[in-house]
């Protein structure tokens, strides 16, 4: 820079300099002096007073530093969410599959019967909803395999719970589509606390009443009776009431015919004690009669009728006394030709009998009045 000054001032002096030597001594002199190195003739670029800049590589470097630190971070940032995420997911499932576990087994329960198979079936589902509990309560977002470890006891719990179920609805299908009594029985023994197993024996009564297949009262209380032997449970109220209204039936027919016998055979035994000769004999009951009324009365106790044991036990003492005056009916002491001949003793036996007929049947019919 002195150098280009320098060479300026020489240039644009004055002519005086040329031959004076004190001056062209002070220029050779000072050219002769530079700064350090020798100075080249061609002009020197124009210099700024702007500060030396920083190399570019270092701040390259930085650059490259701040941009993997913040990839790092999403990485890092992206991975928790993810897992946070999956985690929440697998508490989710995990939660609703005890919840669901709890519920069937909550249906199950009533179908668990002391030292059955589906006993041991609950206890084991049971223990594995307490497992699945433990696990969950154990899980955490860095601990997804116990969340998963909880939702797998759940599902099996669960599977356990509603094999239970299955097993009462499948039995209860059966008994229904087969129309099946034993079947019904079953039910009931089976899953006695269940809602198909409390209406098993209901149903099977229905089933009895829609096919009785005798029409007759006493057939019917034949098939009444062999359902009550055979139900596993309290009678159902309306076997009692068929049962019932058969009895009734069956008493009023067979009062009917016995004061119809006994009205008979005493104008039969006065008649002929008066001398008439008459073209009809004496009327009975057969000892099958008799056989029915006992057999009836064995009916009661199962069919829950004992009421109408007062009434049945005189009309099996009327039919016995019946079947005695069908014996002397059929015992004349004499025949002649196509005429029979009865002695007075047999009249009076008869009467007798007839009036006994006639007392038993009243006391029968005021008894049923009032049951």
């Given at each position: 820079?002195?150098?280009?000054?320098?060479?300026?001032?020489v240039?644009?002096g004055?002519?005086?300099?040329?031959?004076?030597?004190?001056?062209?001594?002070?220029?050779?002199?000072?050219?002769?002096?530079?700064?350090a190195?020798?100075v080249d003739?061609?002009p020197?670029a124009?210099?700024?007073?702007?500060a030396?800049k920083?190399?570019?590589?270092?701040?390259?470097?930085?650059?490259?530093a701040?941009?993997l630190v913040?990839l790092?971070?999403?990485?890092?940032?992206?991975?928790?969410?993810?897992?946070?995420?999956?985690?929440?997911?697998?508490?989710?499932?995990?939660?609703?599959a005890?919840?669901?576990a709890?519920r069937?087994?909550d249906?199950a329960?009533?179908?668990?019967?002391?030292?059955?198979?589906?006993?041991l079936d609950f206890?084991?589902?049971?223990?594995?909803?307490?497992?699945?509990?433990?696990?969950?309560?154990?899980?955490?977002?860095?601990?997804?395999?116990?969340?998963e470890?909880?939702l797998?006891?759940?599902?099996?719990?669960?599977v356990l719970a509603?094999?239970?179920?299955?097993?009462?609805t499948?039995?209860?299908?059966?008994?229904?589509?087969?129309?099946?009594?034993?079947?019904?029985?079953?039910?009931?023994e089976?899953?006695?606390r269940t809602?198909?197993?409390?209406?098993?024996l209901?149903?099977?009564?229905?089933?009895l009443?829609s096919n009785?297949t005798?029409?007759?009262?006493?057939g019917?209380?034949?098939q009444?009776?062999d359902?009550?032997?055979?139900?596993?449970?309290d009678?159902?109220?309306?076997?009692?009431?068929?049962?019932?209204?058969?009895?009734?039936?069956?008493?009023?027919?067979?009062l009917?015919?016995l004061d119809r016998?006994a009205?008979h055979n005493?104008?039969?035994?006065?008649d002929?004690?008066?001398?008439?000769?008459?073209?009809?004999?004496?009327d009975?009951?057969?000892t099958?009669?008799?056989?029915?009324?006992k057999?009836v009365?064995?009916?009661l106790?199962?069919?829950d009728?004992?009421?109408?044991?007062?009434?049945?036990?005189?009309l099996?003492?009327?039919?016995?006394?019946?079947?005695?005056?069908?014996?002397i009916a059929?015992?004349?002491?004499?025949?002649?030709?196509?005429?029979?001949?009865f002695?007075s003793s047999?009249?009076?036996?008869?009467?007798?009998?007839?009036?006994?007929?006639k007392?038993?049947?009243?006391?029968?019919r005021?008894?049923?009045?009032?049951?």
């Amino acid at each position: 820079m002195f150098a280009g000054l320098l060479s300026m001032t020489v240039a644009e002096g004055p002519d005086v300099g040329q031959n004076d030597p004190g001056v062209a001594t002070h220029v050779e002199a000072t050219q002769a002096s530079p700064p350090a190195g020798s100075v080249d003739d061609t002009p020197s670029a124009p210099q700024t007073d702007e500060a030396p800049k920083e190399p570019s590589r270092a701040k390259t470097g930085r650059l490259v530093a701040a941009i993997l630190v913040a990839l790092v971070l999403v990485a890092l940032g992206t991975a928790a969410y993810q897992t946070n995420q999956k985690a929440t997911a697998a508490r989710e499932a995990a939660r609703k599959a005890i919840s669901v576990a709890e519920r069937k087994l909550d249906l199950a329960q009533t179908a668990v019967e002391p030292g059955t198979p589906e006993e041991l079936d609950f206890k084991v589902a049971t223990d594995r909803v307490t497992a699945a509990k433990k696990a969950f309560a154990e899980g955490s977002w860095l601990k997804t395999a116990k969340y998963e470890s909880a939702l797998s006891n759940a599902k099996s719990a669960e599977v356990l719970a509603s094999d239970i179920t299955e097993q009462v609805t499948s039995l209860a299908e059966r008994a229904s589509a087969e129309g099946s009594i034993d079947l019904y029985f079953e039910l009931y023994e089976r899953f006695p606390r269940t809602y198909e197993g409390k209406r098993a024996l209901d149903d099977a009564a229905t089933v009895l009443l829609s096919n009785l297949t005798y029409t007759d009262d006493l057939g019917a209380l034949d098939q009444l009776a062999d359902f009550a032997k055979g139900c596993p449970g309290d009678i159902p109220t309306a076997i009692q009431a068929e049962g019932t209204s058969r009895l009734r039936q069956l008493a009023k027919t067979k009062l009917g015919e016995l004061d119809r016998i006994a009205n008979h055979n005493i104008r039969w035994a006065s008649d002929l004690k008066r001398g008439k000769s008459l073209r009809y004999g004496a009327d009975g009951t057969t000892t099958l009669e008799t056989k029915a009324m006992k057999r009836v009365l064995g009916h009661l106790e199962c069919i829950d009728c004992e009421e109408y044991r007062s009434v049945f036990t005189a009309l099996r003492d009327a039919c016995a006394l019946g079947n005695q005056c069908r014996v002397i009916a059929n015992s004349p002491e004499s025949r002649r030709g196509n005429n029979l001949y009865f002695g007075s003793s047999q009249l009076n036996r008869l009467l007798s009998l007839s009036r006994s007929i006639k007392a038993k049947t009243k006391y029968a019919r005021t008894r049923l009045s009032k049951v």
